[in-house]
């Protein structure tokens, strides 16, 4: 506070306030701070990112995922931005924005090439898009096919499409992989 009555523009001062605030967790006060640190310091990715953070937990999903947008515009390794654009717009319901931007994600990238496919089957989950995710869960089974859930999904996702060859044949190899895993053997059963 001492810094900022003598220096009111100086952007690192109010941007630290802010960090205080949220480490308080008063929302409020750490979004102003750091919207006066951005305002002071146009061009700062690190206070333009906090300022997207803080938009997210006080429920301005849309005015963060564009701070998101542009910083993975302004960067070489997106990413990481990419992500956080992508989770806002998942919380703001809007789940083919979201999924538009997963796929934006290169397969090369430095992205967790499985959980990325995790978490378009719960976008296609609430588009119902059972086919995508059947279409994942078959990528899922090939790239671990040592996690007994890839293949429960990929059997349950193609029962579902009335695919009952496919889905029996995917429990199946389950099934011989993981005798006492409780999930495949219930699926199996079913």
Known sequence: HRVLALQPENAQAHAQLSTIYLHQQNYTNALAEIKEAVTYDKGNSDYLNQYAVLLTQTGKYDEAAEIFSNLAKGTNEPTEFLLKEA????????????????????????????????????????????????????????????????????????????????????????????????????????
């Not at 990238?109 to 499985?114: G, L, R, T, V, W």
């Not at 999904?153 to 496919?166: H, I, P, R, Y």
């Open 87 to 190: 989770f806002c717009y998942n919380l703001a319901k809007e789940y083919q924005k979201a999924l538009n931007i997963l796929s934006q994600l290169k397969a090369d990238s430095d992205a967790d090439k499985e959980q990325l496919l995790k978490d378009k089957v719960k976008l296609y989950a609430h588009l119902g898009k059972m086919d995508s995710i059947a279409s994942i869960a078959h990528q899922l089974t090939k790239l671990n096919p040592e996690e007994p859930d890839n293949y429960v999904m990929a059997s349950v996702s193609e029962d579902f499409l009335k695919q009952g060859a496919e889905a029996v044949k995917k429990i199946e190899t389950a099934l011989a992989k993981f005798q006492k895993e409780q999930k495949v053997v219930q699926q199996a059963i079913l």
